[in-house]
């Protein structure tokens, strides 16, 4: 799977958009971007995940550019129960495994 | 309605004991895997179940670790003579089937070794 590459940490106010960028570079045809986060003391939750065109649903929006490099996590209006660690994971999708391979991710802190 | 569900929650033990680690997936979920997060770190793999049988359980960091799932419903992580490097916590995770896009995240259990 692609490795991907996000900011450490994010702050937003509450109220407003947080766009939280991740670079894949080296992503391939076949591998969908994925959006996973992570409250703290919690599993993971899963938030979105597309191919090639932007995505939404009623958490987020996933903004993927033309040449598939890097995408965007957009939650429009963060609130303080927003706050989480936010992981980009490219892979493939629908693999005999489904497993998830997760770097590092982006602390995203709402603040009021 | 009901998510995966991992007990205990917390667990203290002494190096060199054996502690095994519960998971109850989502009814009806196929795919089963396991997961270990380092403090500040992301989860990483550590075995997927299809069914009763282990697909890949590449992640399993040495002998120690072994995982069960008996009917192919719970789920066992067991790990033997434990050591401090082993703290972390304990993640298990559930998908209809492995070619679901969405896997469900039970809470964890949070290992101890001292």
């Known amino acids: 799977d692609a490795k991907t590459t996000q900011p450490t940490s994010m702050d937003c106010a509450e109220g407003r958009a947080a766009n939280l960028p991740c670079n894949h570079s080296?992503?391939?045809?076949?591998?969908?971007v994925y959006w996973y986060r992570q409250i703290h003391s919690q599993g993971p939750q899963y938030i979105i995940h597309g191919l090639k065109n932007n995505e939404t649903n009623e958490m987020a929006s996933l903004i993927i550019t033309e040449d598939r490099k890097s995408s965007t996590l957009i939650l429009p209006h963060a609130t303080l129960r927003d706050t989480a660690v936010y992981y980009c994971?490219?892979?493939?999708?629908?693999?005999?495994?489904?497993?998830?391979?997760f770097g590092g991710g982006t602390r995203l802190m709402v603040k009021p | 309605g009901a998510g995966v569900s991992q007990t205990p929650s917390n667990k203290v033990t002494e190096k060199g004991k054996y502690v095994e680690l519960r998971c109850d997936p989502i009814?009806?979920?196929?795919?089963l895997y396991w997961y270990r997060q380092s403090l500040g770190q992301g989860p990483e793999f550590l075995i997927y179940f299809q069914g009763t049988g282990a697909a890949d359980d590449s992640g399993l960091p040495n002998d120690r670790f072994f995982a069960v799932r008996p009917e192919g419903s719970v789920s066992t992580l067991k790990i033997q003579r434990t050591e401090r490097g082993d703290s972390a916590v304990y993640l298990c995770a559930s998908s209809p089937e492995a070619r679901n896009t969405e896997a469900f995240f039970g809470q964890g259990t949070r290992l101890t070794v001292v």
């Open positions: 994971i490219v892979r493939v999708a629908y693999n005999a495994g489904n497993m998830l391979t």
């Open positions: 080296t992503i391939s045809g076949n591998e969908y």
């Open positions: 009814s009806g979920h196929t795919a």
